[in-house]
């Protein structure tokens, strides 16, 4: 996909899993246009990883969300690392 340049991998540590979170995540993911997943981290129920793709304004959009999360959760800890884009995906989705 053009102009997915950069990539954005994000570990959400707190309240995050059985809060819609993953949810969230796909709603605002799709809104900005990135792709990418975000999944549950089960060896660690406080954990939820993002990795998404796409321009470095709305990936840092996403970054805002992510540190608020949806009503319910608590947001303890956002371990963040950029990268450049891999071009592995070609839609945003909630793995397991």
């Known amino acids: 996909m053009p102009g997915n340049d950069t990539?954005?991998?994000v570990i959400v540590i707190g309240r995050v899993q059985g809060v819609g979170f993953r949810m969230f995540v796909e709603h605002?993911?799709?809104r900005l246009g990135?792709?990418?997943f975000v999944r549950n981290d089960y060896t660690d129920r406080r954990r939820l990883e993002v990795v998404a793709e796409g321009s470095k304004n709305n990936l840092e959009?996403?970054?805002r969300q992510l540190q608020v999360g949806p009503g319910g959760a608590r947001v303890e800890d956002v371990q963040v690392s950029?990268?450049?884009s891999q071009d592995s995906f070609n839609s945003f989705r909630v793995t397991s």
Do not use: C, K, T, Y
């Open 7 to 9: 990539r954005l991998n």
């Open 28 to 30: 605002h993911a799709h």
């Open 34 to 36: 990135l792709v990418g």
């Open 61 to 63: 959009e996403l970054l």
């Open 82 to 84: 950029w990268g450049h």
